[in-house]
């Protein structure tokens, strides 16, 4: 089996359900003992504590209730699904507006982001109907004669739904589906009790459309529509001036503030149990058998995969790699060697994957911004027949429309948008210079054999070359007003973070290694590069 099926079927698929798990004993106990609280205090008005613990206990087993879990249970299955076959491990960066009107009219957006608005409409109606008696649930018909109750509903239901546009807009379009590794926690409840702290909660309320003015815009919005189809239907439009009434108004507010903590805890949660390190056995008892090489588990076969797993198992190496003691053991066996043959397969087998991430990434950097660096294609003889160049039709017709302003407008690049789209796949190049820079710097006490050796020279040049090309980037435009607290994409801050792990990997081993560096097999260029780092120069 390749190492992505394995993963996904052995490690992520559990990870999947634990998340889920966590997430509905989160997601529907606490919400229904806050409803259950305020039906006792506020709707009931009962103040004994004791009248108010019973009747706690006492509505969780009704079976009413219990049978309106059903409910929360399927929306949250609904938004794991979604939020399962949508995250990824890269940011999206936009090449120009048209690609962004491109991804908002995506029919797979447009039907992810109705499922979480539908998912989010139910759970709003289920969080007032648990709350108050005169906010019944979506499937309990309304009397004849009770024009309120329609209207409650539907107010709940669209607010709900507002509430839950905001987030898919996040998740989509602002790389609200973006995952990273963090480091690994002893005790997963510790993180879940961080996001529920008050500047989180706050955070979560302000950014899924919870907060004053959006509760207020949202509000007058419905009022506006609702008045144009009593007009254009002959109906009294003074009939929706009683929605605002105290009830309706701080049902609608708990709904909504609970509704934004509920996406913003349950986005959370999810990143917290999919994104746990794993650890990736460096040898396993398959190596002496080179036909099951490709296809075992092993920390080699993962670096060459893409994806999640990829993202893991460079953040598994750079823990390996670390001056840690508990990671001592398993370093170790980077600088073994095969038995019998003396071959050091396990040191190979991380080399080359790193390498080859480093590698491609300076040279896609390299194309779009230093192309007369690149090896130039060989000359045709004038008399040879040259082979049929392809026209790509595409390129042709938006380089046409490009000359007129309004096509222009959309079609046009933004500003340093491909070094931007480059630079948010460079997360696993940073943990892989960090790792190489680590486990090169740990090869002068712990190699014993000298496996790492003759690989330094390659390694020093593909980090002196990267460096070479990031620093001779320009200045990145930033889309953003100076002094509004805002953090910087992730992109950009990607960027900074390579040019700092690129830095310190080479002062690391150059410091190291001291002048020894200077008499390896190394190009003048990385020489001097390496002769600045001895004497300190580069800051």
Partial sequence: MKPEDLFSSEVLLWRYVRALA?????????????????????????????????????????????????????????????????YTVSAWVPLNRWEKWRRVLSLTVILRSGLIMIACALLANFYTSLAHPD?????????????????????????????????????????????????????????????????????????HGANKLSFLCAICIYMAAAIMINLIYDGNWQEWLVIFDLPLMMMTLLATVLLAISLSLFSQVFHIFITEPVEIPVATAEDSNPEAETDSWRLSNALSSSGLLQLLAFWDLKTLASSDPMNFARRTQVFCISQPGGHPRNWMGIMNPSMNLIRKFCERLKRHNCPEDLPKPPVVPAGAASAPTDVNKNEVLIMSLKRYPFFGYFLSDLPDATNRSIFA??????????????????????????????????????????????????????????????????ELQLRKALRFSLRSALYTVTTTFGDTVLAMPVSAECQSKLQSYLQFKEG
Avoid at 50 to 73: F, G, Q
Avoid at 163 to 188: E, Q
Avoid at 444 to 472: S, W
Wanted: glycine share 4%; hydrophobic share 45%.
């Fill in 22 to 86: 966590c997430l509905l004993l989160l997601q529907v106990v606490a919400p229904m003992a806050v409803c259950n609280l305020y039906h006792t205090v506020v709707a009931q008005r009962i103040l004994n504590p004791i009248t108010v613990t019973t009747n706690l206990l006492t509505s969780c087993i009704y079976p009413t209730k219990l049978l309106r879990l059903v409910v929360p249970a399927a929306c949250f299955v609904i938004l794991a699904r979604v939020h399962i076959k949508s």
């Fill in 135 to 207: 906010f019944p649930f979506l499937v309990i018909p309304c009397t004849p004669g009770d024009v309120m109750c329609y209207k409650r509903k539907t107010v709940i239901i669209y607010m709900g739904a507002y509430v839950g546009y905001h987030y898919a807009y996040k998740y989509f379009m602002l790389n609200g589906n973006l995952i990273t590794p963090t480091p690994a926690h002893p005790r997963k409840l510790q993180l879940i009790k961080a996001s529920l702290s008050l500047r989180s909660t706050r955070e979560a309320c302000n950014t």
């Fill in 425 to 490: 796949e460079a997360l696993p190049v940073i943990w892989a210079v960090q790792a190489l820079g680590d486990l090169v710097t740990a090869s002068f006490t712990e190699d014993k054999f000298g496996v790492v050796q003759r690989n330094i020279p390659d390694i020093l040049m593909a980090f002196t070359q990267l460096q070479k090309v990031v620093d001779g980037l320009g200045r990145v435009t930033i889309s953003r007003r100076p002094g509004t607290g805002e953090a910087l994409p992730s």
